[in-house]
């Protein structure tokens, strides 16, 4: 399970997998928190990551360091990346993540995820309060990746582009990792003005981002080609793809959500197609894919 703490609401959900067939959603569901809590109390035995929101987390690059062992990699990142923290460095928690190169070259930066102690405790808390079990904390970067991995094309690059309410987050993934994580300072808030003019303008930024990021992606990792583009609901979705298409050379997709997972009830399957209900859980469902149990 996958829990997202967002303003005024918890949202959820429970993902299972299923061996030669698509993960099956047992439930989904955004609620007000006391509602949450009353379902929380039959979940004790769940596995539950919490899902960290934007402003909770960075997720930077950062250049690998040459003679420094893995056992003191973390320790050699906190001090790398302290200039772009706008805290004390040792007031912050962070992981590492390793990017795969092939043909016997080697990688020469990593990801490293960073969040304030404080966040964290305070997100600890909530949960130990509740009594509910937290085996790990995830990033939107890490869910859009899982889900992403269910739309990869056997030797080949992925790109999934979902837009939120100001912004909207770019991941490219190859045999199931993440390769790049990008956020494009154009969301849905941009996207459905009315004016035709004014959305025309936006679709052109998307797409000039989608370019620079594309030619900087092939120039770091050429052994990667890259197979479609996938897109998050819009509201002028078919409109946006053809732009899009015109401008670059892969193919571009919208994406469907529900027909990546089998559904609970077709209830479900309906929700899932809805662009509000999709912007809400597209995330946390992807948390839910989650398959290792490290915290």
């Known amino acids: 399970m996958a829990v997202r703490l967002t303003e005024g609401e918890v949202c ?11 993960p099956r959603i047992e439930d989904a569901a955004c609620v007000d928190e006391a509602t949450f809590l009353h379902r929380a109390a039959v979940w004790q035995r769940q596995r539950i990551s919490l899902l960290l929101e934007r402003g909770e987390y960075q997720l930077l690059t950062a250049d690998i360091p040459p003679g420094v062992a893995e ?17 004390p460095a040792d007031q912050a928690t962070l992981d590492i993540l390793h990017i795969p190169m092939e043909g016997g070259r080697s990688a020469s930066h990593l990801f490293v995820a960073v969040a304030r102690n404080d966040t964290l405790l305070n997100r600890q808390l909530y949960f130990r309060s509740a009594k509910l079990p937290l085996k790990a904390i995830d990033l939107p ?6 889900i992403s991995a269910l739309l990869e094309e056997p030797g080949r ?15 490219v993934t190859y045999k199931g990792e993440l390769y790049l994580s990008r956020r494009l300072d154009v969301g849905i808030n941009q996207l459905e003005v009315a004016d035709q003019e004014k959305r025309d303008a936006y679709y052109e930024r998307v797409a000039l981002e989608l370019q620079r990021s594309q030619d900087g992606f092939e120039r770091q990792f050429n052994f990667i080609s890259m197979s479609r583009l996938w897109l998050g609901a819009v509201k002028h979705a078919e409109e946006l793809k053809r732009y899009l298409a015109s401008q670059l050379y892969v193919a571009v997709e919208s994406l469907d959500l529900a027909g990546l997972f089998q559904c609970r009830d ?16 597209f995330a946390v469902i992807g948390a839910a894919l989650r398959e290792d149990e490290a915290a």
């Open 12 to 22: 959820y959900a429970h993902v299972v997998p299923v061996k030669g067939a698509r």
């Open 71 to 87: 056992a003191e990699m973390r320790n050699a990142m906190r001090w790398r990346i302290k200039d772009l923290l706008d805290y």
């Open 141 to 146: 970067d890490m869910a859009q990746r899982n």
């Open 157 to 171: 690059g992925t790109a999934v582009l979902v837009f939120g309410p100001d912004s909207s987050l770019l991941t």
């Open 266 to 281: 077709e209830k479900m399957t309906h929700a899932l197609q809805d662009e509000e209900t999709f912007l809400r859980l």
